[in-house]
């Protein structure tokens, strides 16, 4: 008989995906990594199959690493668990250590197979592991277990008239101070020694090793089946149902116990019953497992609403050409505009922008759908340069929903707010400049970053500062086609500078010629004549976020080989950049600052503040939010109330919005904990507010990017909270990693403001300090620029 051998760990099979944030992440971020576990045998399969499906049906958004630990399943059997999940891995136990248990009856392998799942304690790779047997099935929500930060959480065990405090190993919530080798050991130690209850092997030795002192969870997280002797029903609030005892449902269960047993029955399902059940759940559903069982699905039903669904979740992942492969494996209706607007929006991410401009006009027929359809429209038509037909859709998609937001959006930049105005200038005097040239009301760090960018490029010229307006720059929109006429344009001045901000991201204005933000094919970036300087851009892929083509890797190529310079602004980006090259380019990826981290050395006449407001100003961001904070929101929440109320006694706190989304920090702390904070509409303001207010205050508490390095620039001290790892990347690259504290810390409030007390103590030296840290990276732009000099011809 063939079987998957235990000495091999195996995880889901490989991808096209190229690197996301990077494997150290997490590490980077803190963001918390759960996992379920489960001990699997051949013997228990049945029990275990039942177990995901109840998982996938019972919580429909939930969907974790799953961990299977094995001695040896047949192949048969792996692809059964890796059909009902889609983030399934592998692990084999260390069978051989039981054997030196004093209880373990070497002979016998049902009590050996007992101490198995102990080896969930050696998982080093998460910082919360769920624990699950095998002969459960779960009936309710269990959100409220992967919130859980502290100790080891368990529901004790249930026998009538029995008062001791012992635990129920069945479902164990498991943190990461209990995945220690220290913890292991005295595992190891007991269970060697034989100073355990053989109650259940497992079970006796957590028992003796925690006396007691575990957190206890409600007993609906574990319900024994034996609270229902008589064939009661199972009472409604229950979440997990566990068929303790000898007779297990998959064998035919036991006498008694009939209304249980119908409760387990539910999930015995094959693939397709399962599918069909999931894709009806109220609520919302998981992105994975929207894929994972709708994809097979539309394959064989060819259900145009299921696919509708699928491609969304694949849009929402950045995995656009899935999601034209999913709609394409469907039969469409005509008349639904839904699908063929969602076609379009799948179609336009691919550039493949005739086909999508025929399902778009499709969705226009419905009124629901006409705005979304309209807007799409219009930013096709501005993608490719014709202004005058999407200003046309922009009025279409208003006239039918006067607040939608896209359609204002391309109304206005079709207005010409988008971009500098264009103005006479001698084009072989000029510098061509692909950037994201931000709307009104636009991410306030973004707006910036282009004037940023001039200041820092032009000053490496010898004589006066460049302007940094239309005189002696040429404005490329990274979003818009790069075309013929583009490229003829750029070829007619005296070099081309690309940055800065963090254009390496595959899903703000997606497209399928460069699969980042400059929207350029490879044989017009081939054809480009006039020198290339690609200056601190940022590889901007947030933990959990993946480039998932080829193409990425391609254009990134040809960028490289095309560049006279090219610079990224943090070390991290360096190393995910150079990790998707061939080792010959490495030496040519190098390291250039965001400039806003120099402004005051780039910025005329710059004069730092004789004096500061008594502020204190506080920015969350709450793009990708799921990808932000995962399930930690209310936890992030919670602790920026009290952090608020602690700093009050320090300065005055507002809240700088970057973005309009910022402002939901303000209004979620009022509603939630009653803490009103002053609003600063930062989207609102010009470049000269922008560091005006930003020079002005004592510090800055950011999580954006730019809310952390434009202040630093303005010679503002500031505390990140890190969400993404671009913000540790520039603490690391300036040795202040103490000024970040990760959203899902532990100690969250504790931490930042005793860091914020300690910068405000002596705030002259803190100010200095940043001072210092400044002009080390003023040192790395000044010798770039003097390469830029020798480029361009300065």
């Not at 710059?606 to 407001?613: G, I, K, L, N, V």
């Amino acid at each position: 008989m063939t079987i998957l051998n235990p000495s091999i760990t195996t995880a889901a099979p490989a991808t096209t995906a190229t690197p996301s944030a990077g494997p150290d992440a997490a590490a980077l971020t803190g963001k918390r990594r759960i996992a379920f576990a489960s001990f699997v045998d051949e013997n228990y399969l049945p029990g275990f199959l039942a177990l995901l499906r109840s998982l996938a049906l019972s919580n429909p958004g939930v969907c974790e690493d799953f961990i299977v630990l094995h001695d040896g399943l047949r192949p048969a059997s792996v692809a059964q668990i890796r059909a009902l999940h889609p983030r399934v891995t592998f692990r084999p136990v260390d069978a051989a250590r039981y054997d030196t248990y004093a209880k373990g009856d070497q002979d016998n392998y049902l009590v050996r197979k007992a101490y198995f799942i102990l080896d969930v304690f050696r998982i080093r790779d998460y910082d919360t592991v769920i624990t699950l047997d095998t002969d459960m099935v779960v009936l309710g929500p269990i959100g409220e277990l992967l919130t859980l930060r502290r100790g080891l959480a368990a529901v004790p065990q249930f026998f009538y008239g029995d008062t001791t405090r012992k635990l129920n190993s069945g479902l164990l919530v498991i943190q990461q101070e209990f995945l220690t080798d220290a913890f292991c050991a005295r595992i190891d130690e007991t269970g060697r020694s034989g100073a355990y209850e053989l109650d259940k092997h497992d079970q006796g030795i957590l028992n003796a090793v925690l006396d007691g002192d575990f957190v206890d969870l409600d007993s609906t997280y574990n319900y024994v089946k034996r609270r229902l002797s008589g064939d009661l029903p199972v009472p409604d609030d229950v979440s997990v149902l566990h068929f303790t005892g000898r007779h297990k449902p998959w064998q035919g269960g036991e006498a008694g116990y009939g209304q249980a047993q119908e409760r387990w029955a539910e999930y015995d399902l094959d693939d397709a019953a399962l599918h069909s059940a999931y894709l009806e759940s109220d609520g919302e559903l998981h992105r994975d497992l929207l894929v994972h069982f709708g994809t097979p699905h539309v394959r064989r039903t060819r259900d145009a609403v299921t696919a509708r669904k699928v491609a969304l979740a694949r849009i929402g992942a950045g995995d656009y050409q899935a999601a034209v492969d999913v709609l394409e494996a469907a039969d469409l209706p005509v008349d639904d505009a839904w699908v063929h607007e969602v076609y379009g929006h799948a179609l336009m991410s691919v550039s493949r922008y005739d086909e999508a401009r025929a399902q778009l006009l499709l969705a226009t027929a419905a009124p629901n759908r006409a705005a979304t359809a309209f807007g799409r429209l219009a930013q096709i038509a501005w993608v490719h340069g014709d202004d005058t037909t999407a200003a046309g859709y922009a009025r279409d998609g208003l006239t039918t929903d006067p607040t939608h937001r896209a359609s204002r959006l391309w109304h206005q930049r079709t207005a010409g707010h988008a971009l500098p105005a264009q103005q006479t200038g001698s084009p072989a005097d000029q510098l061509a400049h692909v950037a994201f040239y931000m709307d009104r009301q636009g991410n306030a760090g973004d707006k910036l970053l282009p004037e940023s960018v001039r200041r820092a490029v032009g000053g490496a010229f010898t004589g006066a500062p460049r302007d940094t307006g239309a005189r002696d720059w040429h404005s490329v929109h990274a979003h818009r086609l790069f075309d013929e006429a583009a490229l003829a344009r750029v070829n007619a001045r005296r070099g081309l500078v690309i940055g800065g901000g963090g254009l390496f991201i595959p899903d703000t204005m997606p497209n399928g010629n460069s699969a980042w933000q400059w929207n350029v094919p490879d044989e017009l970036l081939s054809r480009i004549d006039v020198p290339v300087a690609v200056f601190a851009v940022g590889f901007n892929a947030f933990d959990g976020q993946s480039y998932r083509a080829g193409r990425f890797r391609e254009s990134l190529r040809l960028l490289v080989e095309k560049s006279a310079f090219f610079g990224l602004r943090n070390h991290g980006s360096i190393e995910k950049v150079r990790a998707m090259l061939p080792a010959h380019l490495h030496d040519k990826v190098r390291f250039q600052p965001c400039p806003t981290t120099v402004t005051r050395q780039l910025t005329p006449g710059w004069r730092d503040p004789a004096s500061r407001e008594d502020t204190i100003l506080l920015n969350a961001a709450y793009d990708r939010a799921g990808l932000r904070f995962g399930h930690d929101y209310g936890y992030f929440l919670a602790q920026m109330a009290a952090s608020v109320r602690e700093l009050g006694r320090l300065a005055e706190v507002r809240c700088v919005a970057h973005s309009l989304d910022d402002e939901k920090l303000a209004f979620d702390l009022r509603r939630e904990h009653g803490v009103s904070l002053p609003v600063i509409p930062m989207y609102d303001f010009d470049n000269e507010q922008i560091l005006d207010t930003y020079k002005r205050t004592k510090l800055v508490i950011g999580m954006r990017g730019h809310a952390g390095m434009i202040p630093f620039g303005c010679g503002t001290p500031v505390i990140s909270l890190i969400s993404h790892p671009k913000m540790a990347y520039f603490l690391r690259d300036i040795e202040r990693p103490e000024w970040g504290v990760s959203v899902h810390d532990r100690d969250l409030a504790a931490r930042l403001v005793e860091q914020a007390g300690a910068l405000l103590s002596d705030h002259a030296a803190t100010v200095a300090d940043v001072h210092g840290r400044q002009q080390e990276l003023w040192k790395v732009t000044e010798a770039n620029r003097a390469e830029l000099r020798e480029i361009f011809g300065g």
